[in-house]
């Protein structure tokens, strides 16, 4: 156990690189006493503190057509298009059910990001179990326009990322002083502008909610803004960083299995290529 913070970015099924990472640092016996995930990034999170090795990539592989699973169509009925109650239902068979009790019972703290719709902020919910736990996934990973608001404690909420994409200013906040950094794209990634149909989309939905408004326009400034300092802090040794070496062409939704098998193996074999390093960055005084 490692007194440090691991930073998990979201970005849908590009979090298959991700979940190779993870099970990756699972074979090494890897852990963080402070776990933050955002939208993929959470889910990806939740069976790394399971501890069940595969789990993401077998289920994002095996069951990608699976219309209980994911469905582009459920967005018609303002429904999660990544199904999570299916996904953590008990299914038993050769179903990888999850392992809540693992969970429940891991030493690393868990935190789950999202949006409040009313606040127009970045929430932070704390090792969410059972239904929260749930719901909290829900809203972190909630699209705008396409998924429902999820309601949670801190009322309703949406995508995590659109107030805080990459949270390792929030881990540093925390006093953490060692914090490990997962992205889903690479370094070099920027994001355009929001455009002036996507802004006029936000103001016409949201207009009850301003300062959510403004957050949700202002999300590429924000996004460029964490990719930026995280480069600078890499410099230093503030922060260590495993990201994609080349740019990441599987979509959100990626229908392709074989391109997500082959994302997953990626994140398996560059995280064991960033090992030593980032030993020596955890272990260093």
Same mark, same amino acid.
């Given at each position: 156990?490692?007194?440090?913070?691991?930073?998990?970015? !979201?970005?849908?099924?590009?979090? /298959?690189?991700?979940?190779?990472?993870?099970?990756?640092?699972?074979?090494?016996?890897?852990?963080?006493?402070?776990?933050? @995930?955002? =939208?993929? !990034?959470?889910?990806? !999170?939740?069976?790394?503190? %399971?501890?069940?090795?595969? +789990?993401?990539?077998?289920?994002?592989? *095996?069951?990608?057509?699976?219309?209980?699973y994911i469905s582009v169509s459920r967005a018609l009925h303002r429904q999660d298009i990544i199904n999570l109650d299916y996904l953590f239902s008990e299914h038993g068979g050769d179903w990888e059910d999850?392992?809540?009790?693992?969970?429940? &019972?891991?030493?690393?703290?868990?935190?789950?990001?999202?949006?409040? $719709?009313?606040?127009?902020?970045?929430?932070?919910?704390?090792?969410?179990?059972? +239904?929260?736990?749930?719901?909290?996934?829900?809203? =972190?990973?909630?699209?705008?326009?396409? %998924?429902?608001?999820?309601?949670?404690?801190? !009322?309703?909420?949406?995508?995590?990322? $659109?107030?805080?994409?990459?949270?390792?200013?929030?881990? /540093?906040? #925390? @006093?953490?002083? *060692?914090?490990?950094?997962? +992205?889903?794209?690479?370094?070099?990634?920027?994001? =355009?502008?929001? %455009?002036?149909?996507?802004? #006029?989309?936000?103001? +016409? &939905?949201?207009?009850?909610?301003?300062?959510?408004?403004?957050?949700?326009?202002?999300?590429?400034?924000?996004?460029?803004?964490?990719?930026?300092?995280?480069?600078? /802090?890499?410099?230093?040794?503030?922060?260590?960083?495993?990201?994609? *070496?080349?740019?990441?062409?599987?979509?959100?939704?990626?229908?392709?299995?074989?391109?997500?098998?082959?994302?997953?193996?990626?994140?398996?074999?560059?995280?064991?290529?960033?090992?030593?390093?980032?030993?020596?960055y955890l272990d260093l005084a």
């Amino acid at each position: 156990m490692y007194k440090a913070a691991l930073v998990l970015e !979201g970005g849908a099924l590009r979090g /298959q690189y991700t979940a190779g990472v993870l099970d990756t640092f699972l074979t090494h016996e890897i852990c963080f006493e402070l776990v933050i @995930g955002v =939208s993929a !990034g959470a889910l990806c !999170g939740t069976n790394y503190l %399971s501890e069940q090795i595969g +789990r993401t990539n077998v289920i994002n592989t *095996k069951y990608r057509t699976d219309k209980n699973y994911i469905s582009v169509s459920r967005a018609l009925h303002r429904q999660d298009i990544i199904n999570l109650d299916y996904l953590f239902s008990e299914h038993g068979g050769d179903w990888e059910d999850f392992d809540d009790r693992t969970y429940r &019972t891991s030493p690393s703290e868990f935190v789950v990001v999202a949006t409040s $719709i009313e606040q127009g902020h970045a929430v932070y919910f704390r090792h969410p179990q059972g +239904r929260d736990m749930v719901a909290d996934l829900k809203a =972190s990973a909630a699209m705008p326009f396409i %998924s429902a608001e999820a309601y949670t404690s801190a !009322g309703p909420c949406l995508d995590g990322g $659109i107030a805080d994409s990459i949270p390792f200013e929030y881990a /540093q906040q #925390r @006093g953490y002083d *060692k914090v490990v950094v997962i +992205r889903t794209r690479e370094r070099a990634y920027r994001k =355009s502008p929001t %455009s002036a149909v996507l802004r #006029r989309a936000y103001h +016409r &939905t949201f207009a009850a909610h301003p300062t959510f408004v403004q957050t949700a326009i202002g999300r590429p400034e924000m996004y460029n803004r964490q990719a930026e300092a995280l480069e600078a /802090q890499e410099k230093t040794g503030q922060v260590f960083v495993i990201a994609p *070496k080349q740019p990441v062409t599987v979509g959100r939704l990626e229908h392709d299995v074989n391109k997500l098998a082959a994302l997953y193996q990626t994140g398996v074999s560059e995280a064991a290529a960033a090992l030593p390093a980032m030993r020596d960055y955890l272990d260093l005084a």
